[in-house]
Structures are given as C-alpha cells and as structure tokens.
Nanobody, 125 residues
Framework: QLQLVESGGGLVQAGDSLRLSCAAS????????MGWFRQVPGKEREFAAW????????LYADSVKGRFTISRDNAKNTVYLQMNSLKPEDTAVYYC??????????????????WGQGTQVTVSS
C-alpha cells in the first residue's frame, strides 16, 4: 500500500525559498500522478500543483504559477515542490497526494486517494 511522508517545511521570511519533499513507499508510486495541496485553518484544502506519472506534464494553481515548481524522481520514489519568492499568503500546511489511478486527471481533492500527514510552511512578512 502506498504511503506518503512530507518533509522540508519550516519558518521563512517573505522572498525566501523552501523545497518540500514527499517520500513514497509502495510499488505504485511511479505509475501515479502526484499533487501538492495546501490548507489553512478554517479553509478548504486547495490545489497547488500536479505532475503526471513520468514528470513530463505539470499543472499549477494561478496563485503559485511562476514561483513554485513540482518535480519527481521515480528512482527515489520522491516528489518535490520547490517554492521560491514565498509570500505570507503561502503560509499553510502542505500535503502531497497520489492521484487515483481510475479517475480522470483532476485538481480536485476527491480525485486523490492517498495523502501524507502534511508539513507546515510559515512565511513571515
């Protein structure tokens, strides 16, 4: 069974960079599209970025486009989120998730069936 563990969060200042990692265990990682989401207390979890199974295609939310880069290394069973030019509004718990292999590719939370525990990112102004 696929399991996901995020790391790399922390407290940074506006304009700084962070790289989040999501380590996967399980044989199906390399065949799944992967996504990064984020959530602040009291708000719904929102899509940030998506990458297809081989890393040839990516998709970003408008709020992070041009600042965040999603990538993956299937040999290491890891997906990354490089976050540059961070803003206070990027403060959230960040989650990686594995896309349901039977569902059409989507940025909706319901299309992802395996989630990590999340890592906190705090950006101070």
């Amino acid at each position: 069974q696929l399991q996901l563990v995020e790391s790399g969060g922390g407290l940074v200042q506006a304009g700084d960079s962070l790289r989040l990692s999501c380590a996967a265990s399980g044989r199906t990682f390399s065949s799944r599209a992967m996504g990064w989401f984020r959530q602040v207390p009291g708000k719904e979890r929102e899509f940030a970025a998506w990458i297809n199974w081989i890393g040839a295609s990516t998709l970003y939310a408008d709020s992070v486009k041009g600042r965040f880069t999603i990538s993956r290394d299937n040999a290491k069973n890891t997906v990354y989120l490089q976050m540059n030019s961070l803003k206070p509004e990027d403060t959230a718990v960040y989650y990686c998730a594995a896309h349901n292999t039977l569902a059409p590719l989507s940025r909706l939370v319901g299309a992802y069936d395996v989630w990590g525990q999340g890592t906190q990112v705090t950006v101070s102004s």
